[in-house]
């Protein structure tokens, strides 16, 4: 630089406004807030940093004696660190407040000036009204390309994220390494972003975003695919002329800042503005390892034919409900970014403010959906994953993790399968009577049945050994080896396959975890909690009961005198059947009318105060459907409240002549490990001469472990009357002198 060149310029950043209060600091002022700065040599240079001065006239020009040059060049490289002063160019500049704009961003004005000028490609898709986005796009001062050039980013307007134009434009932009906006500026919601950024391989494409979308428009997708159709259904376009024009002015913004250079994380979001109220929301838009176009669509079949193997995985959470790897907050705040209406798998996690705060009952509102006929469709519209706890933070990690559980167990077509028929697979497939446990009987009554009882209770056709249909590994931890269940007992919403319905999914064994040990810990103590409960509910035995007070729960305690003030009454019962697995039922009746409402929930748990812990809990998360009438319109259950008392149902009250249960009383032990405690179980299955599988249903996408557990032979909450553990485990425990004919097993089905 020569000695007639003009120097660079020093002062406080455009966006800070200073004011000097003498002895006192200096007060910078920003749309952010106010910072304070002490110190008397601060005090006598920040009049001069105003950005008309350069070093040699600051130093010059300062009040104060005795600041060298070499102490004022390091207050002002204290406070550039700080991101309170800059260099200047001494150029006149025309526009004033985008300086400011981009300092206050964190940006070098004069480089994102520049580069905002820079034109992009506009693209529309749909009924986009092309000539006024563009015009309105030029007025908000973005430059738009030529037809038929390829800038930097281009802009992409559509009246439909779902819109299937918009596969072309993914594709063409991946295919270049060029980024894009997505952007809805039409409609009482409007939606901006994200930016697609395909040079970036950890980054979503669209088609990773439309999965999502799909899976909170399951109607939709039905009826589309019903009628032949490859788009979503036509709107009617809402919208006045100063919401597009400042919808579009928005866009503008985004990509103008994109242009400029700012980067942050909301740019790999969807911002919602709801426009009648003023709200905007974001959600995030993450990659989908197993996305068929940007990903690794293998991933889940290849998992599938994996051994699952287990870890040593100490605990390191015991409160609440059970013992697990990670406390609820961490989960919450791993996973918080999968609740969303937009682009998450959870549409939300709610309280019901039915019945009293202390129940901590939360829904995660209705459920992405799947499925490949109409009547799981409006099962699951229907469909509410509810959370459970002892504090609200414990219920809402429930909510979420139920409705993961259930969106993993859920078919989504890139499912490991195998087509074959059960006859010609030999030993590697277990045959499906082993796990479904319907008794002839039930076989040949199934019309009569079905008519008359919810779709839990359905009984399905007589299995054909001959019939080709899927099948899915399953990794048995008892064999060591894969063997074979059909698909559509595994997932729910698989393929219908033709004929009559031999095979169906539920829930039993289903569970998720913070890691892959506390899954499968989850799913089989399930496993043995519903086999327990069947035992006694269709048996009707007399058990004892649990001494709730001999816990020294506070909670418990308080938990009666809630329910107290519900008018309703709180005892428990144990459950704990051949494999020493302590497993209770909670239960209560209304005791100021004469429908007594009767609920239950149930546990079971190693540590038996976990296990009554859980069974209260549950109860609480169904105490809501009987509070202000019936909300529920299965048969089943309406016929039990409307008519179940504990005089009439006489196996609901303890047994008179046992002592009830207190903690020492359980000879049940848990360990400081989850994969010792799992050992521990597998080992008592092994001695019933019962096996352990698992199906490892965890998603890329979704991360948290999922399995699916299942013991052939053990039994579910449902009417599964087939010879073996109901009719055999009672008497061999002493319950029953003889076992209990057909014709005399509880006529009420667990509706829970």
């Known amino acids: 630089m020569t000695s007639g060149a003009p120097r660079e310029r020093i002062g406080f950043k455009r966006h800070l406004r200073a004011?000097?209060?003498?002895?006192?600091?200096?007060?910078?002022?920003s749309e952010r807030g106010v910072t304070a700065l002490e110190g008397g040599r601060i005090e006598a240079v920040a009049p001069l940093l105003d950005?008309?001065?350069d070093l040699q006239t600051l130093l010059r020009e300062t009040a104060t004696p005795g600041i060298s040059q070499e102490q004022l060049q390091g207050l002002i490289t204290r406070l550039a660190t700080a991101g309170l002063v800059g260099r200047r160019s001494p150029a006149e500049i025309s526009d004033e407040p985008a300086y400011t704009y981009w300092e206050a961003a964190g940006l070098d004005p004069d480089a994102a000036v520049s580069a905002a000028c820079a034109p992009v490609q506009l693209l529309t898709t749909g009924s986009v009204n092309r000539s006024y986005a563009l015009r309105t796009l030029e007025a908000a001062g973005l430059a738009i390309a030529a037809p038929g050039t390829h800038p930097g980013l281009s802009v992409v307007l559509c009246d439909d994220y779902l819109s299937p134009e918009l596969a072309d434009v993914d594709a063409s932009h991946r295919r270049a390494g060029r980024p894009w906006l997505l952007a809805r500026p039409a409609g009482e919601r409007i939606w901006i972003g994200p930016v697609f950024q395909p040079e970036r391989d950890q980054n979503a494409c669209w088609h990773c975003l439309a999965h999502r979308l799909w899976g909170h428009r399951p109607a939709e997708a039905h009826v589309q695919t019903m009628l032949g159709r490859r788009r979503p259904v036509p709107r009617p376009t809402a919208g006045i002329t100063p919401l597009m024009t400042a919808a579009l002015s928005l866009v503008a913004v985004e990509a103008t800042k994109w242009l400029a250079g700012y980067r942050y994380q909301g740019q790999s979001c969807i911002w919602t503005l709801d426009s009648l109220n003023m709200q905007g929301q974001r959600h995030d838009v993450r990659k989908r390892p197993q996305c068929a176009s940007c990903g690794d669509p293998t991933l889940v079949r290849t998992q599938a034919r994996r051994p699952v193997q287990l870890s040593a995985r100490p605990k390191g959470s015991l409160s609440g409900g059970g013992h697990r790897a990670l406390g609820p907050e961490q989960v919450l705040d791993l996973y918080q970014h999968l609740i969303s209406p937009v682009s998450g798998v959870v549409k939300e996690i709610r309280r019901d403010h039915r019945g009293p705060a202390f129940l901590n009952v939360f829904q995660s509102g209705p459920m992405q959906a799947r499925v490949g006929c109409v009547e799981g469709l409006r099962s699951a519209l229907g469909l509410?994953?509810?959370g459970k706890g002892v504090t609200a933070v414990h219920a809402q990690t429930s909510a979420l993790c139920e409705a993961l559980e259930?969106?993993?167990?859920?078919?989504?077509?890139?499912e490991q399968?195998?087509?074959a028929s059960f006859a010609a697979l030999g030993d590697q497939a277990i045959h499906p009577d082993r796990c479904q446990l319907f008794h002839p009987r039930q076989l040949d009554e199934r019309d009569a049945w079905n008519d008359t009882h919810g779709p839990f209770q359905h009984i399905c056709a007589p299995f054909d050994e001959k019939a080709e249909l899927n099948w899915t590994p399953v990794w048995s931890l008892t064999e060591q080896r894969h063997r074979l269940l059909p698909t559509g007992m595994l997932y729910f919403g698989a393929p219908r396959e033709p004929g009559p319905l031999m095979v169906r999914a539920d829930s039993n064994g289903n569970a998720a975890g913070t890691s892959l040990e506390d899954a499968v810990l989850q799913g089989l103590l399930e496993v043995?909690?519903?086999?327990?409960?069947?035992?006694?509910?269709?048996?009707?035995t007399i058990q004892p009961a649990v001494d709730l007070g001999a816990f020294r729960d506070p909670w418990i305690a308080e938990l009666i005198d809630v329910y107290a003030g519900m008018h309703r009454e709180v005892w428990a019962l144990d459950l704990t059947a051949d494999l020493g697995i302590p497993t209770t039922v909670a239960l209560s009746r209304r005791v100021d009318q004469p429908e007594e409402?009767?609920?239950?929930?149930?546990?079971a748990h190693l540590d038996p105060a976990i296990a009554l812990r859980r069974a209260l809990t549950e109860m609480n998360q169904l105490m809501p459907a009987v509070i202000g009438g019936y909300h529920s319109k299965d048969p089943d259950a309406l016929r039990w409240w409307r008519t179940a008392t504990r005089a009439n149902q006489p196996y609901l009250s303890p047994d008179p002549d046992a002592p009830a249960r207190r903690p020492a009383d359980y000879h049940s032990s848990h360990s400081s490990d989850l994969r010792d405690d799992i050992e521990a179980i597998h080992q008592r299955l092994r001695q019933q001469g019962l096996q352990l599988l698992v199906?490892?249903?965890t998603r890329p996408d979704i991360g948290l472990p999922v399995v699916k557990v299942i013991v052939p032979g053990m039994r579910q909450f449902w009417a599964r009357f087939a010879p073996g553990r109901l009719f055999e485990v009672p008497v061999r425990l002493g319950r029953l002198r003889q076992q209990t004919p057909y014709e005399k097993l509880n006529p009420f089905p667990i509706f829970v």
């Open 19 to 29: 004011e000097v209060v003498a002895g006192d600091a200096v007060y910078l002022f």
């Open 51 to 53: 950005g008309t001065r």
């Open 384 to 386: 509410q994953s509810g």
């Open 406 to 414: 259930r969106h993993c167990a859920t078919f989504q077509g890139d």
């Open 417 to 419: 399968t195998r087509r």
């Open 528 to 540: 043995v909690e519903r086999d327990a409960v069947s035992l006694w509910w269709y048996n009707r």
């Open 597 to 603: 409402d009767v609920m239950l929930g149930f546990g």
């Open 695 to 697: 199906l490892d249903q």
